[in-house]
C-alpha cells in the first residue's frame, strides 16, 4: 500500500512519462523475502521510437519496454517496486525525491534537474545494448548454448555490459569516426571478459579491423583466451603471456586495465602515458603501497588513521586521487564513476581519463605535490614510473 507522499511520486512519474519530460526513475524497496531490492527506468532514444529500458538487480539483463505510461506506471505501483523506502524522478526540468527518516516519516521534495543537460541523443546511432548471444560470451562461460547468462556469473554479466555502455557513451564517436585500425590494450586481462566484449564491440562500429591485445602474467588464461580468439576467427585480437611493461611504449589508443593488482594499475597508467594513449580506462584494484606508508607518518589525517580500517579506506581513496592527478599533470581530462553495482564487486570504482590540451598540467602537478605531503607518503609507483616522462616533457 503506498502512503500519499509515494501516491504523488507515482502520480508525478506517469504526468512526466505522458508530457515526454521523463528521464529517469530509481526505486529502492524491500522484496517480500526482506532483501533489497533496487529498480530503475531509463529513457531510451530510439530509431523511430523511444523506449523505457528497465533493469533491477535480481535480472542479469535490462529489459526494453514500451514507452506506455500507464502500464509503466501499473508497474511501479505494484510490489516489489511499491511501496518503496526512497524514489528518484529525473525529469528535463527538474528531479523529484522520495525518502523516509528513521521514524519512516516520508519526505517529498524537487531539486535541480540533474539530467537536463544529458545527451541521449548517441543512443540513436548506437543501438547497442550487449547482446548475450554473442559467442564469445559461450566461450568464456558467462552464457550457456542458448545464449542465457549462467546464474553465477550475472554480475560478471552486468559489469562487462556496463564496461561496453561506457566506452560507447565515452568514446563511441572516437570508435566510428577512425580512419586507422584502432589499438586497444587490455593489462592484466586476466580471462579476458572486458578484452573479448571491447574488441567485439569496436569491430563492430568501426570502418577497419581493430588490433586489441590482452596481456597478462598467467599463462592458463593467455593459451585459453587465444584458442578462443582464434576459434572465433578474431583475426585482430591476440593475448600475450608478458608482464606489463611501464616503461616500454606501444601503439595504443584506448587502454584498459581493470583490477590489476596493486601497482600494477601504475604500470599500466605509466605504460599508457608513455605511449600517449587517447583514452584510459581503469578500476583499481587493492591497494598496499600507500597505506603501508602513512602507518608511521605525520598525516594530516592522523585523526582517520587511528581507526585501521578507515585509514585504509582512505589510503585507498588518496592513492587514486594521486593517479588522477598525475594523468592530469601529463594532460588528461579526468573523471571518476562507478561502473557497476556495489553487489557485484567492491572494487566499482573507474578512473577514466582522455587526452585535453586544455587541462592545467602544472596545477595538477602542484596540486600532487600538495597532497602528497599533507598525507605523509613519500613513494607512488606511478609517479616513479614516469619521473623520467617528466623530466623530459620539462626540459
Ligand atoms: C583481478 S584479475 C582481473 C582480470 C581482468 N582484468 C578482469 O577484470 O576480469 C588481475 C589480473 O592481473 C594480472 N596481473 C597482475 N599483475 C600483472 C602484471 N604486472 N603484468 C601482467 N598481468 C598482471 C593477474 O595475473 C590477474 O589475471
Known amino acids: 500500500m503506498a502512503n500519499d507522499k509515494q501516491l504523488e511520486f507515482l502520480q508525478t512519474c506517469e504526468a512526466a512519462l505522458l508530457d515526454g519530460t521523463f528521464k529517469r526513475a530509481v526505486f529502492n524497496s524491500r522484496a517480500e523475502d526482506g532483501k533489497k531490492f533496487r529498480a530503475s527506468f531509463d529513457l531510451l532514444v530510439g530509431g523511430k521510437k523511444n523506449f523505457i529500458t528497465y533493469a533491477d538487480n535480481n535480472s542479469a539483463e535490462s529489459r526494453r519496454l514500451e514507452l506506455d505510461g500507464k502500464s509503466l506506471l501499473e508497474m511501479m505501483a505494484a510490489p516489489p517496486i511499491t ?60 552464457t550457456n548454448a542458448k545464449g542465457d547468462v549462467v546464474k553465477k556469473h550475472y554480475g560478471k554479466f552486468r559489469q562487462i555490459a556496463n564496461f561496453v555502455e561506457i566506452i560507447d557513451r565515452d568514446i563511441g564517436t572516437f570508435v566510428t569516426e577512425a580512419k586507422d585500425p584502432i ?21 563492430s562500429r568501426a570502418q577497419v579491423e581493430p588490433r586489441a591485445r590482452g596481456i597478462d602474467i598467467k599463462t592458463n588464461v593467455i593459451d585459453l583466451c587465444n584458442n578462443l580468439a582464434g ?74 588513521n587511528r581507526f585501521a580500517l578507515m585509514k585504509r579506506r582512505q589510503a585507498d581513496i588518496i592513492t587514486d586521487v594521486c593517479r588522477a592527478l598525475l594523468l592530469q599533470s601529463f594532460g588528461y581530462d579526468v573523471k571518476f564513476l562507478e561502473f557497476t553495482a556495489l553487489e557485484h ?51
Do not use: W
Not at 519526505?107 to 541521449?120: G, H, P, T
Not at 598525507?375 to 626540459?395: M, V, Y
Open 83 to 142: 511501496p518503496f523506502r526512497t524514489g528518484l524522478l529525473c525529469t528535463s526540468s527538474f528531479d523529484l525525491h522520495y525518502s523516509e527518516n528513521r521514524k519512516l516519516q516520508p519526505r517529498l521534495y524537487r531539486s535541480k534537474a540533474s539530467m537536463k543537460n544529458v545527451d541521449q541523443q548517441h543512443n540513436r546511432a548506437k543501438n547497442y545494448v550487449l547482446d548475450s548471444k554473442r559467442p564469445y560470451l559461450q566461450g568464456l562461460g558467462v
Open 231 to 304: 576459434n572465433l576467427n578474431f583475426t585482430g585480437l591476440e593475448f600475450q603471456n608478458v608482464r606489463i611493461q611501464p616503461k616500454t611504449p606501444q601503439d595504443v589508443d584506448i587502454l584498459i586495465a581493470l583490477h590489476a593488482c596493486d601497482t600494477a594499475t601504475d604500470d599500466a597508467l605509466a605504460l599508457g602515458l608513455r605511449s600517449n594513449t587517447q583514452y584510459f580506462f581503469c578500476a583499481p584494484c587493492c591497494q598496499a603501497e600507500i597505506a603501508a606508508q602513512i602507518s608511521t607518518s605525520n598525516s594530516d589525517f592522523d585523526l582517520v
Open 183 to 203: 589499438s586497444m590494450l587490455d593489462l592484466g586481462c586476466g580471462k579476458g571478459y572486458l578484452t573479448f566484449a571491447t574488441y567485439d564491440y569496436i569491430r
Open 345 to 395: 564487486t567492491s572494487k566499482n570504482v573507474m578512473l577514466a581519463g582522455r587526452r585535453d590540451a586544455s587541462v592545467d598540467r602544472e596545477k595538477a602537478y602542484a596540486d600532487y605535490l600538495q597532497l602528497k605531503q599533507s598525507a605523509g607518503f613519500s613513494h607512488h609507483a606511478l609517479e616513479e614510473n614516469t619521473a623520467d616522462l617528466r623530466a623530459n616533457s620539462a626540459a
